[in-house]
């Protein structure tokens, strides 16, 4: 046998003879785990930054009275961060996946929807707009002082998201919209409203979608906010259109290719999606540890017990297991490879260890995580909608399984169906 590594232990040469060169080089490459220099700095200085213009005292002042920090979030864009994962040619500054997902998560440790940041927002502008209205909304976009909400969910289409009634009809200067939307983030204080609408003269739900980019305001859109649980720093609005005029130029890309467009990055939004309930789990976790460690009962903190050490201890594992998931297929996103099963693992993974680290911090904090005193109990209600939105964790479970078994039957079993 050829061996291509050099071991004074034997299960060590074992485990690597007749392993080729080029794929004991990637393994080695997939093994690698720490972030680069330029990294671990752009996270040392974003960190810093939200220390100081995100403290907790202004996140829960927003919270109470659901508002937006607008300061805050031009303050985020002024010092250049905004930018980041923008293609240089549109002004920002290129960076790969997992740089992206280092960014959000850090962000998102600090608020739910405090900050705008949002790469592939600014991309998709740039691939869809028309040019009569590009340069202002990336202007807009990259200075953070502009806003775009999408909407694509109706009563009658949740999961099913190729059931939308909503629909269009060209007419001479531009399309008149006919339909109805909900639970839109953002949708009321946005800029621009990105929905999608059908031609009912196509039968394939699939080709009959498009996208418009709806100036808000608009003669005959109405936004209503809706009363949420969660979240409330970015409102969750119902959005009616009623013989809704827009010109031609608020055409979202190309007529009948709105499906299309919707899935050209979606694994990579799903991804940034975990990102953002990974970074709010990491400050759940950090507080309820904090919190075992100075809470004394009998005589010793309450960390000391069992049951709590359990918590902390599952909780832990939660984590670990979220950043790992996270961050390794961000780099598989980095090198060509496929994650559509791997986003949506992510995303089932991260926003259910979410909600059990939240809510363990809840249990351990008692009645004080039930106050809102502490920020325990905004994390734990900001976490919940996150196993609804975006693909619920029972769809997601679904095409998980409907694709790992798909694989499996392609390569008759064996380890290659477990992506070995």
Not at 272 to 296: H, K, P, V, W
Request: glycine share 8%; proline share 4%.
């Amino acid at each position: 046998m050829r061996t291509f590594w050099k071991s004074s232990d034997t299960r060590t040469k074992r485990s690597r003879q007749c392993m080729p060169r080029e794929r004991l080089e990637r393994r080695n490459n997939y093994m690698d785990f720490s972030f680069t220099e330029e990294q671990e700095l752009l996270a040392e200085n974003l960190v810093e930054f939200m220390d100081r213009e995100y403290p907790e005292s202004l996140i829960k002042e927003c919270d109470e009275q659901k508002i937006f920090p607008v300061e805050a979030n031009k303050k985020f864009y002024e010092a250049g961060f905004g930018a980041i994962g923008v293609p240089e040619e549109l002004g920002g500054v290129p960076a790969d996946m997992v740089t992206m997902c280092l960014v959000t998560s850090i962000v998102y440790r600090y608020s739910w929807a405090g900050c705008t940041y949002s790469p592939l927002s600014i991309m998709n502008a740039a691939d869809k707009a028309s040019p009569e209205i590009r340069t202002e909304m990336l202007e807009g976009l990259m200075s953070g002082e502009k806003r775009h909400s999408f909407g694509n969910t109706e009563p009658g289409a949740g999961s099913d998201a190729a059931g939308i009634k909503t629909s269009y009809k060209k007419v001479d200067g531009g399309y008149v919209i006919n339909g109805h939307k909900i639970y839109n983030t953002y949708a009321s204080c946005s800029d621009y409203n990105i929905i999608t609408a059908k031609d009912p003269e196509i039968d394939d739900p699939y080709k009959a979608v498009t996208l418009f980019a709806i100036p808000n305001p608009t003669p005959g859109m109405t936004i209503v906010d809706l009363p949420t649980i969660g979240q409330w720093l970015e409102p969750t609005c119902e959005t009616f259109l009623e013989d809704c005029f827009i010109p031609d130029k608020y055409l979202y890309g190309k007529e009948h290719g709105g499906w299309v467009q919707l899935m050209k990055h979606f694994e990579a939004e799903r991804l940034l999606c975990a990102a953002m309930y990974l970074g709010q789990a990491e400050t759940a976790f950090a507080d309820l540890c904090a919190y075992a460690n100075s809470r004394i009962q009998f005589g010793q903190p309450i960390g000391k017990f069992q049951l709590i050490q359990e918590k902390v201890c599952r909780d832990k594992i939660i984590l670990e297991s979220m950043r790992n998931m996270v961050f390794r297929t961000a780099w598989e996103y980095d090198q060509g490879k496929s994650i559509r099963i791997d986003a949506n693992i992510c995303k089932l993974l991260c926003t259910e260890g979410n909600w059990q680290i939240c809510d363990d911090g809840i249990q351990i904090l008692g009645g004080l995580g039930y106050c809102t005193d502490h920020r325990m109990q905004r994390l734990w209600r900001d976490a919940r909608v996150g196993r609804i939105g975006a693909g619920s964790s029972e769809i997601l479970t679904k095409t998980i399984a409907k694709d790992v078994l798909r694989e499996a039957g392609q390569y008759g079993g064996g380890t290659r169906a477990l992506g070995i």
